[in-house]
Protein backbone atom coordinates (compact mmCIF):
# COMPACT_ATOMS: atom_id res chain seq x y z
CA UNK A 1 0.00 0.00 0.00
CA UNK A 2 1.37 3.57 -1.00
CA UNK A 3 2.05 6.23 1.80
CA UNK A 4 3.15 9.26 2.73
CA UNK A 5 5.52 9.07 4.55
CA UNK A 6 8.24 11.70 5.32
CA UNK A 7 5.73 14.58 4.10
CA UNK A 8 4.03 17.05 6.71
CA UNK A 9 0.63 15.95 5.28
CA UNK A 10 -1.45 14.03 2.64
CA UNK A 11 -2.49 16.81 -0.09
CA UNK A 12 -6.15 17.80 0.40
CA UNK A 13 -8.04 17.30 -2.57
CA UNK A 14 -11.36 16.48 -4.06
CA UNK A 15 -10.09 12.93 -4.36
CA UNK A 16 -9.70 12.55 -0.27
CA UNK A 17 -12.75 14.41 0.35
CA UNK A 18 -14.43 11.65 -1.87
CA UNK A 19 -12.31 8.62 -0.18
CA UNK A 20 -13.32 6.25 2.76
CA UNK A 21 -11.32 7.09 5.54
CA UNK A 22 -9.92 4.24 8.20
CA UNK A 23 -8.08 5.30 11.01
CA UNK A 24 -5.96 2.22 12.61
CA UNK A 25 -3.75 2.65 16.16
CA UNK A 26 -0.62 2.48 15.17
CA UNK A 27 1.97 0.45 17.82
CA UNK A 28 0.14 0.15 21.23
CA UNK A 29 1.60 0.18 24.29
CA UNK A 30 0.98 -0.77 27.95
CA UNK A 31 2.20 -1.13 31.02
CA UNK A 32 3.76 2.04 33.39
CA UNK A 33 4.77 3.70 30.15
CA UNK A 34 1.23 3.90 28.79
CA UNK A 35 -0.03 5.32 32.20
CA UNK A 36 2.21 8.06 32.15
CA UNK A 37 2.06 9.01 29.13
CA UNK A 38 -2.23 9.22 29.08
CA UNK A 39 -1.97 11.28 32.69
CA UNK A 40 0.54 13.59 30.66
CA UNK A 41 -2.12 14.31 27.37
CA UNK A 42 0.49 12.83 24.96
CA UNK A 43 -1.13 9.23 24.29
CA UNK A 44 -4.71 7.81 24.18
CA UNK A 45 -6.32 4.65 25.56
CA UNK A 46 -7.45 2.10 23.44
CA UNK A 47 -11.04 1.45 23.53
CA UNK A 48 -10.59 2.44 27.15
CA UNK A 49 -8.95 -0.87 27.91
CA UNK A 50 -5.30 -0.66 29.52
CA UNK A 51 -3.49 -0.23 26.37
CA UNK A 52 -2.53 3.26 24.60
CA UNK A 53 -1.58 4.43 21.13
CA UNK A 54 -0.17 7.82 20.71
CA UNK A 55 0.10 7.49 16.34
CA UNK A 56 -2.50 6.27 13.83
CA UNK A 57 -2.44 5.20 10.81
CA UNK A 58 -4.89 7.07 8.23
CA UNK A 59 -5.76 4.81 5.27
CA UNK A 60 -7.34 7.35 2.40
CA UNK A 61 -9.42 4.42 -0.17
CA UNK A 62 -10.38 6.10 -2.66
CA UNK A 63 -11.50 4.86 -6.85
CA UNK A 64 -7.84 5.84 -7.56
CA UNK A 65 -5.92 3.73 -5.17
CA UNK A 66 -4.97 3.41 -1.53
CA UNK A 67 -2.86 5.76 0.21
CA UNK A 68 -1.67 5.72 4.06
CA UNK A 69 -0.18 8.45 6.31
CA UNK A 70 1.60 7.33 9.86
CA UNK A 71 1.28 10.62 12.33
CA UNK A 72 -0.14 11.26 15.66
CA UNK A 73 -3.60 11.91 15.69
CA UNK A 74 -3.69 15.38 17.23
CA UNK A 75 -2.03 16.05 13.99
CA UNK A 76 -4.71 13.98 11.75
CA UNK A 77 -7.37 15.74 13.73
CA UNK A 78 -5.66 19.36 12.64
CA UNK A 79 -5.26 17.95 8.91
CA UNK A 80 -9.14 16.83 9.00
CA UNK A 81 -10.46 19.95 10.71
CA UNK A 82 -8.79 22.09 7.67
CA UNK A 83 -11.07 19.97 5.02
CA UNK A 84 -13.85 20.26 7.16
CA UNK A 85 -16.86 18.66 5.96
CA UNK A 86 -17.57 14.87 5.89
CA UNK A 87 -13.73 14.42 6.01
CA UNK A 88 -13.55 16.36 9.34
CA UNK A 89 -16.38 14.01 10.96
CA UNK A 90 -15.46 11.23 9.77
CA UNK A 91 -11.83 11.31 11.57
CA UNK A 92 -13.61 12.52 15.04
CA UNK A 93 -15.89 9.45 15.06
CA UNK A 94 -13.51 7.18 14.56
CA UNK A 95 -11.04 8.58 17.08
CA UNK A 96 -13.70 8.68 19.40
CA UNK A 97 -14.75 4.77 18.90
CA UNK A 98 -11.33 4.27 19.44
CA UNK A 99 -10.34 5.99 22.64
CA UNK A 100 -13.93 5.40 24.43
CA UNK A 101 -14.48 2.87 27.25
CA UNK A 102 -16.79 -0.32 26.21
CA UNK A 103 -19.76 -0.81 28.49
CA UNK A 104 -19.94 -4.51 29.85
CA UNK A 105 -20.68 -7.33 27.66
CA UNK A 106 -22.81 -9.65 28.76
CA UNK A 107 -21.78 -8.22 32.24
CA UNK A 108 -18.23 -8.71 31.80
CA UNK A 109 -15.85 -5.37 32.35
CA UNK A 110 -13.70 -4.86 29.69
CA UNK A 111 -11.32 -3.61 30.99
CA UNK A 112 -9.19 -6.86 30.57
CA UNK A 113 -9.44 -9.48 27.94
CA UNK A 114 -11.47 -12.22 28.58
CA UNK A 115 -12.03 -16.32 26.46
CA UNK A 116 -14.65 -17.85 25.17
CA UNK A 117 -14.19 -21.73 25.88
CA UNK A 118 -15.15 -23.72 22.81
CA UNK A 119 -17.61 -26.12 23.36
CA UNK A 120 -18.49 -28.14 20.20
CA UNK A 121 -21.56 -30.62 20.73
CA UNK A 122 -20.80 -31.62 16.46
CA UNK A 123 -19.63 -35.23 15.18
CA UNK A 124 -17.90 -32.94 12.90
CA UNK A 125 -16.00 -29.78 14.01
CA UNK A 126 -12.72 -29.74 12.80
CA UNK A 127 -10.68 -30.18 15.96
CA UNK A 128 -12.84 -31.70 18.30
CA UNK A 129 -15.46 -33.39 16.12
CA UNK A 130 -17.52 -36.18 18.30
CA UNK A 131 -15.53 -35.44 21.20
CA UNK A 132 -18.43 -34.05 23.25
CA UNK A 133 -21.15 -35.10 21.69
CA UNK A 134 -22.77 -36.70 24.74
CA UNK A 135 -24.46 -34.69 26.90
CA UNK A 136 -23.14 -35.74 29.82
CA UNK A 137 -19.65 -35.15 28.20
CA UNK A 138 -20.50 -31.66 26.56
CA UNK A 139 -21.60 -30.63 30.52
CA UNK A 140 -18.46 -32.02 31.54
CA UNK A 141 -16.18 -30.55 29.16
CA UNK A 142 -18.32 -26.90 29.79
CA UNK A 143 -17.52 -27.12 33.43
CA UNK A 144 -13.90 -27.89 33.06
CA UNK A 145 -13.42 -24.82 30.81
CA UNK A 146 -15.86 -22.73 33.58
CA UNK A 147 -13.33 -23.88 35.81
CA UNK A 148 -10.28 -23.25 33.86
CA UNK A 149 -10.94 -19.40 33.45
CA UNK A 150 -13.53 -19.36 30.72
CA UNK A 151 -15.44 -16.48 30.84
CA UNK A 152 -18.31 -17.24 28.68
CA UNK A 153 -18.74 -21.27 27.31
CA UNK A 154 -19.86 -21.15 23.74
CA UNK A 155 -21.90 -24.09 22.71
CA UNK A 156 -21.91 -24.90 19.29
CA UNK A 157 -24.05 -27.56 17.46
CA UNK A 158 -23.37 -27.06 13.91
CA UNK A 159 -19.90 -27.51 12.53
CA UNK A 160 -19.00 -24.41 10.39
CA UNK A 161 -15.42 -25.25 9.44
CA UNK A 162 -14.67 -25.67 5.53
CA UNK A 163 -16.64 -27.91 3.34
CA UNK A 164 -19.14 -28.66 6.59
CA UNK A 165 -22.50 -29.44 5.21
CA UNK A 166 -25.46 -27.96 6.93
CA UNK A 167 -27.67 -29.43 9.80
CA UNK A 168 -31.45 -28.52 10.04
CA UNK A 169 -32.38 -26.49 13.38
CA UNK A 170 -33.83 -29.19 14.56
CA UNK A 171 -31.30 -31.28 14.74
CA UNK A 172 -28.93 -28.38 16.02
CA UNK A 173 -31.30 -28.36 18.89
CA UNK A 174 -31.56 -31.62 19.59
CA UNK A 175 -27.76 -31.19 20.19
CA UNK A 176 -27.33 -28.24 22.01
CA UNK A 177 -30.34 -27.46 24.18
CA UNK A 178 -29.68 -30.48 26.89
CA UNK A 179 -25.99 -29.45 26.91
CA UNK A 180 -27.41 -25.60 27.42
CA UNK A 181 -30.37 -26.09 30.13
CA UNK A 182 -27.18 -28.61 32.42
CA UNK A 183 -24.94 -25.74 31.71
CA UNK A 184 -26.90 -23.25 32.59
CA UNK A 185 -28.02 -24.86 35.89
CA UNK A 186 -24.82 -24.61 37.07
CA UNK A 187 -24.34 -20.97 36.71
CA UNK A 188 -21.82 -20.48 33.21
CA UNK A 189 -22.54 -17.70 30.86
CA UNK A 190 -23.13 -19.32 27.76
CA UNK A 191 -23.56 -18.49 24.41
CA UNK A 192 -24.51 -19.58 21.38
CA UNK A 193 -22.68 -20.82 18.46
CA UNK A 194 -25.63 -20.65 15.46
CA UNK A 195 -26.36 -18.90 12.75
CA UNK A 196 -29.93 -20.26 13.04
CA UNK A 197 -32.81 -17.86 14.32
CA UNK A 198 -35.16 -20.66 15.87
CA UNK A 199 -32.06 -22.28 17.61
CA UNK A 200 -30.95 -18.95 19.36
CA UNK A 201 -34.40 -18.63 20.35
CA UNK A 202 -34.37 -21.97 22.21
CA UNK A 203 -30.71 -21.80 23.38
CA UNK A 204 -31.96 -18.27 25.03
CA UNK A 205 -35.12 -19.23 26.63
CA UNK A 206 -33.26 -22.87 28.27
CA UNK A 207 -30.49 -20.50 29.25
CA UNK A 208 -28.07 -18.73 27.00
CA UNK A 209 -27.34 -15.20 27.20
CA UNK A 210 -25.24 -14.42 24.41
CA UNK A 211 -25.68 -14.85 20.35
CA UNK A 212 -22.46 -15.92 18.22
CA UNK A 213 -23.07 -16.04 14.71
CA UNK A 214 -21.08 -16.95 11.84
CA UNK A 215 -23.33 -14.94 9.34
CA UNK A 216 -23.70 -11.66 11.48
CA UNK A 217 -27.00 -12.22 11.86
CA UNK A 218 -28.40 -12.21 8.18
CA UNK A 219 -28.42 -15.87 7.30
CA UNK A 220 -32.28 -15.65 8.27
CA UNK A 221 -34.34 -12.95 8.07
CA UNK A 222 -35.50 -12.66 11.87
CA UNK A 223 -32.44 -13.23 13.66
CA UNK A 224 -31.46 -9.47 13.97
CA UNK A 225 -35.24 -9.21 15.13
CA UNK A 226 -34.38 -11.53 17.87
CA UNK A 227 -31.13 -10.12 18.77
CA UNK A 228 -33.21 -6.79 19.19
CA UNK A 229 -35.91 -7.91 20.85
CA UNK A 230 -34.58 -10.02 23.31
CA UNK A 231 -31.93 -7.76 24.05
CA UNK A 232 -28.98 -10.65 23.53
CA UNK A 233 -25.35 -9.05 23.30
CA UNK A 234 -24.40 -10.47 19.96
CA UNK A 235 -21.19 -11.44 18.11
CA UNK A 236 -21.11 -10.52 14.13
CA UNK A 237 -18.68 -12.16 12.33
CA UNK A 238 -17.43 -11.95 8.63
CA UNK A 239 -17.72 -14.89 6.66
CA UNK A 240 -17.26 -14.88 2.77
CA UNK A 241 -19.63 -17.08 1.01
CA UNK A 242 -20.86 -20.12 3.80
CA UNK A 243 -19.08 -23.11 4.90
CA UNK A 244 -19.56 -24.98 1.82
CA UNK A 245 -17.66 -22.39 -0.70
CA UNK A 246 -15.78 -20.43 1.74
CA UNK A 247 -11.69 -21.24 1.14
CA UNK A 248 -12.49 -21.93 -2.96
CA UNK A 249 -10.58 -18.43 -3.79
CA UNK A 250 -11.39 -16.02 -1.63
CA UNK A 251 -10.70 -12.33 -2.77
CA UNK A 252 -10.93 -8.97 -1.63
CA UNK A 253 -9.80 -5.59 -2.91
CA UNK A 254 -8.27 -5.08 0.59
CA UNK A 255 -9.29 -7.81 2.85
CA UNK A 256 -8.92 -5.66 6.15
CA UNK A 257 -10.37 -2.62 4.60
CA UNK A 258 -13.34 -4.73 3.21
CA UNK A 259 -13.81 -6.68 6.41
CA UNK A 260 -14.51 -3.27 7.97
CA UNK A 261 -16.88 -2.21 5.96
CA UNK A 262 -19.14 -5.07 6.08
CA UNK A 263 -18.68 -5.03 9.69
CA UNK A 264 -19.45 -1.52 10.16
CA UNK A 265 -22.70 -1.62 7.45
CA UNK A 266 -23.92 -4.66 10.25
CA UNK A 267 -23.47 -2.43 13.18
CA UNK A 268 -25.82 0.26 11.88
CA UNK A 269 -28.13 -2.08 10.47
CA UNK A 270 -28.29 -3.44 14.55
CA UNK A 271 -28.29 0.24 15.61
CA UNK A 272 -31.23 0.94 13.18
CA UNK A 273 -32.70 -2.49 14.88
CA UNK A 274 -32.46 -0.78 18.30
CA UNK A 275 -28.89 -2.60 19.87
CA UNK A 276 -26.71 -0.59 21.71
CA UNK A 277 -22.79 -0.63 20.95
CA UNK A 278 -22.49 -2.19 24.36
CA UNK A 279 -24.79 -5.37 22.91
CA UNK A 280 -22.22 -5.93 20.21
CA UNK A 281 -18.95 -7.32 19.42
CA UNK A 282 -17.36 -7.47 16.20
CA UNK A 283 -15.18 -11.02 14.81
CA UNK A 284 -13.10 -10.60 11.26
CA UNK A 285 -13.47 -14.22 11.12
CA UNK A 286 -9.90 -15.67 10.85
CA UNK A 287 -10.17 -18.84 8.42
CA UNK A 288 -13.34 -18.01 7.25
CA UNK A 289 -13.15 -17.41 3.54
CA UNK A 290 -9.76 -15.95 3.73
CA UNK A 291 -6.18 -17.29 2.62
CA UNK A 292 -3.03 -17.66 4.61
CA UNK A 293 -1.55 -14.39 3.53
CA UNK A 294 -5.65 -12.41 4.37
CA UNK A 295 -5.35 -14.51 7.67
CA UNK A 296 -1.77 -12.97 8.60
CA UNK A 297 -2.64 -9.30 7.53
CA UNK A 298 -6.08 -9.28 9.71
CA UNK A 299 -3.80 -10.24 12.63
CA UNK A 300 -1.40 -7.57 11.77
CA UNK A 301 -4.01 -4.92 11.71
CA UNK A 302 -6.53 -5.72 14.32
CA UNK A 303 -6.47 -2.45 16.03
CA UNK A 304 -8.52 -1.17 12.76
CA UNK A 305 -11.72 -2.24 14.37
CA UNK A 306 -11.86 -0.41 17.13
CA UNK A 307 -12.81 2.03 14.72
CA UNK A 308 -16.31 0.09 15.02
CA UNK A 309 -16.94 1.31 18.63
CA UNK A 310 -17.42 -2.49 19.56
CA UNK A 311 -15.73 -5.09 21.43
CA UNK A 312 -13.63 -7.29 19.41
CA UNK A 313 -13.39 -11.17 19.51
CA UNK A 314 -10.68 -12.94 17.94
CA UNK A 315 -10.75 -17.25 17.54
CA UNK A 316 -7.61 -18.25 15.85
CA UNK A 317 -7.58 -21.39 18.22
CA UNK A 318 -6.03 -24.75 16.17
CA UNK A 319 -7.11 -23.30 12.67
CA UNK A 320 -5.18 -24.85 9.73
CA UNK A 321 -3.62 -21.92 8.64
CA UNK A 322 -1.12 -21.78 11.68
CA UNK A 323 0.34 -25.08 10.56
CA UNK A 324 1.15 -24.33 7.17
CA UNK A 325 4.30 -25.88 6.18
CA UNK A 326 3.37 -28.86 8.32
CA UNK A 327 0.88 -31.20 7.11
CA UNK A 328 1.59 -33.83 9.44
CA UNK A 329 0.52 -31.34 12.15
CA UNK A 330 -2.92 -32.24 13.91
CA UNK A 331 -5.28 -29.57 15.14
CA UNK A 332 -5.04 -30.47 18.66
CA UNK A 333 -0.88 -30.20 18.28
CA UNK A 334 -1.14 -26.49 16.96
CA UNK A 335 -1.31 -25.27 20.52
CA UNK A 336 1.48 -23.30 20.80
CA UNK A 337 0.99 -21.57 17.21
CA UNK A 338 -2.88 -20.59 18.99
CA UNK A 339 -0.58 -19.21 22.00
CA UNK A 340 1.65 -16.82 19.51
CA UNK A 341 -1.50 -15.76 17.12
CA UNK A 342 -3.49 -15.15 20.52
CA UNK A 343 -0.67 -12.65 22.41
CA UNK A 344 -0.82 -11.18 18.96
CA UNK A 345 -4.68 -10.20 19.07
CA UNK A 346 -3.76 -8.79 22.76
CA UNK A 347 -0.88 -6.92 22.10
CA UNK A 348 -3.82 -4.65 19.44
CA UNK A 349 -6.64 -4.56 22.81
CA UNK A 350 -8.44 -7.32 21.44
CA UNK A 351 -11.45 -8.09 24.44
CA UNK A 352 -12.05 -11.53 23.66
CA UNK A 353 -10.52 -14.70 22.57
CA UNK A 354 -12.14 -17.83 21.70
CA UNK A 355 -10.55 -20.60 22.46
CA UNK A 356 -10.27 -24.60 23.01
CA UNK A 357 -6.84 -24.69 25.28
CA UNK A 358 -9.13 -22.94 27.89
CA UNK A 359 -6.37 -24.03 30.33
CA UNK A 360 -3.05 -22.73 28.80
CA UNK A 361 -4.69 -19.92 27.13
CA UNK A 362 -5.66 -18.46 30.67
CA UNK A 363 -2.04 -19.20 32.19
CA UNK A 364 -0.38 -17.23 28.87
CA UNK A 365 -3.62 -14.47 29.42
CA UNK A 366 -2.17 -13.89 33.17
CA UNK A 367 1.36 -13.83 32.26
CA UNK A 368 0.79 -11.13 29.36
CA UNK A 369 -1.43 -9.01 31.63
CA UNK A 370 1.77 -9.17 34.19
CA UNK A 371 4.36 -8.48 31.62
CA UNK A 372 2.74 -5.81 29.57
CA UNK A 373 -0.30 -4.28 31.47
CA UNK A 374 0.94 -4.53 35.37
CA UNK A 375 4.54 -4.12 34.46
CA UNK A 376 6.95 -1.62 32.66
CA UNK A 377 6.22 -3.18 28.88
Known amino acids: MPDWQGVAKPPASKTVEAAKLYLRPYDPFAGA ?44 RAWADGLGGPVAARIEALAAKLTMARPDFAGLPLGRPHLFGVLNVTPDSFSDGGDHA ?62 HADV ?33 PAVLMHMQGDPRTMQKAPAYGDVVLDIFDYLEARVAACADAGMGHGDLCVDPGIGFGKTFAHN ?82
Request: overall charge positive; hydrophobic content about 50%; some cysteine.
Open 134 to 195: APDAAIARGRFLMEAGAAIVDIGGESTRPGAKPVTPAEECERVLPVVRGMASHGALLSIDSR
Open 296 to 377: LEILEKLSLFHGLGTAILVGVSRKSFLARGRADMPPKARLGASLAAGMQALNQGVQFLRVHDVPETKFALDVWEGLRVAGNG
Open 33 to 76: AARAAMAAGAAFPLAGGPLAFRRCELVIRAAAGTRCWRAPLAEI
Open 200 to 232: MAAALEAGARVLNDVSALTHEPGSLALAARSHA
